[in-house]
């Protein structure tokens, strides 16, 4: 298992006194020669070779460095370094523009970036800086404020009569009057005339309700909100009028024909 799966992790026995040394540098082991070190020195080379091959087909991983004290300088600012020519000053210019024209893509195409901004950075309003057009006149600029004001008015009163469901948005120290109790508002009808209107709103009641209840008998019947109302049969009331011979013939009739039923459901 072991050789034909190299890629299997190695597993440490359980002794906490375990320990191995290395089979190359053990004192019983036989002396390198010279091939031994030309195949050292090209591993490392291969090693280098690997690593410079990583580095140029993947340039976004980052720089690992085992020594903490290492320590590099700018290739472009050392001091054995060439002077820059009139060359090199132009291509630094085409490079700072590349990079201003980078960012300038970069917000255009990704508005939703946080604005960066320098701590020590200042700005002027631009409608108020001393080098600005001039404003429009007192008067124009008050009618142009109540023409927007009558906009946003409309879009508002549009807005409600188009989205009824919308809930309503009031002012916490808005306040009102009862329009029918306030000082300017219409006199009110009489006591007599109040009665009397009430009496037809509650006919008009009635007569609604019976026509619906002529209209709809598969509506359930609606029991009053009172726990003390009471009825009677209208058959067996103390003055209904005695049932006749037909009328007992009729109730056999009805019997048997439940009885019929009764039958043919159990059948």
Known sequence: VDYMHPELPVVVTSDAFACGRNY???PSAPEQDQEMEERDMILQEMAQFKQLAVDYLQPELPVATSDPTACGRNYYSRYS????????????????????????????????LLVQTDGFATARNYFSRFSAEEQEEEEMMDDREDVLEDAMALKKLAMDFLQPERPI???????????????????????????????????????????????????????????FACGRNYFTRPSAPEQDQEMEERDMILQEMAQFKQLAVDY
């Open 169 to 227: 948005v009031v002012d916490a120290l808005a306040s009102s009057r009862n329009y029918f109790d306030r000082a300017s508002a219409e006199p009110t009808m009489d006591y007599e005339e109040a009665v009397e209107r009430a009496r037809i709103l509650e006919d008009a009641v009635a007569m609604k309700q019976l026509a619906v209840d002529y209209m709809h008998p598969e509506l359930p019947v609606v029991v009053t909100s009172d726990a």
């Open 24 to 26: 190359f540098t053990r």
């Open 81 to 112: 370094a060439e002077e820059y020519d009139e060359k090199d000053e132009e291509r630094d210019l085409i490079l700072q523009e590349m990079e201003q024209l980078k960012k300038l893509a970069v917000d255009y195409l990704q508005p939703e």
